[in-house]
Nanobody
Framework: EVRLAESGGGLVQAGGSLRLSCAAS????????IGWFRQARGKKREGVSF????????????SVEGRFTMSSAISSDNTKITVYLQMNTLKPEDTAVYYC???????????????????WGRGTQVTVSS
C-alpha cells in the first residue's frame, strides 16, 4: 500500500523560506514520479514540481522556477523515499495546501495533471503573510 505523508508547512513572512517533506512508503514500482502540488482556496489543484525515478530529473512550474528546489532521499533498505521541497523567497501567492502525489509511470507519461496521480497525502498548509 502506497502511503504519502507531508510535513513542514507553517506560517512565514513574504521573502522567507520553508522546507516541506513527503515521506513515501510502499512504492515498489519503478519507474515512478512524485510531485508536489498545491491548492489555494477556491482554486484548482496545480502541479508545482516533480521528480522522476528514471534519472532523478526535476521539473518546476514557471511560477516557482528558481525559488523552489525539489530533492529526494531513499532509505538504506529502499523501503522509504523522502521527497523534499525547499521553498525560498516565498510570496503571498504561494499560500496553499501543499500535497505530494505519486504515480507508477515516468514524469514524461504522467505529466503535471493532478488527475493522473492516484496516490496522495493529506497535505500541509503553507501560509505566506505580506
Amino acid at each position: 500500500e502506497v502511503r504519502l505523508a507531508e510535513s513542514g508547512g507553517g506560517l512565514v513572512q513574504a521573502g522567507g523560506s520553508l522546507r516541506l517533506s513527503c515521506a513515501a512508503s510502499g512504492i515498489t514500482f519503478d519507474p515512478y514520479v512524485i510531485g508536489w502540488f498545491r491548492q489555494a482556496r477556491g482554486k484548482k489543484r496545480e502541479g508545482v514540481s516533480f521528480i522522476s525515478s528514471l534519472d532523478g530529473s526535476t521539473y518546476y512550474t514557471d511560477s516557482v522556477e528558481g525559488r523552489f528546489t525539489m530533492s529526494s532521499a531513499i532509505s538504506s533498505d529502499n523501503t522509504k523515499i523522502t521527497v523534499y521541497l525547499q521553498m525560498n523567497t516565498l510570496k503571498p501567492e504561494d499560500t496553499a495546501v501543499y500535497y505530494c502525489g505519486a504515480d507508477s509511470r515516468s514524469f514524461d507519461v504522467a505529466g503535471t495533471d493532478p488527475d493522473e496521480y492516484p496516490f496522495w497525502g493529506r497535505g500541509t498548509q503553507v501560509t505566506v503573510s505580506s
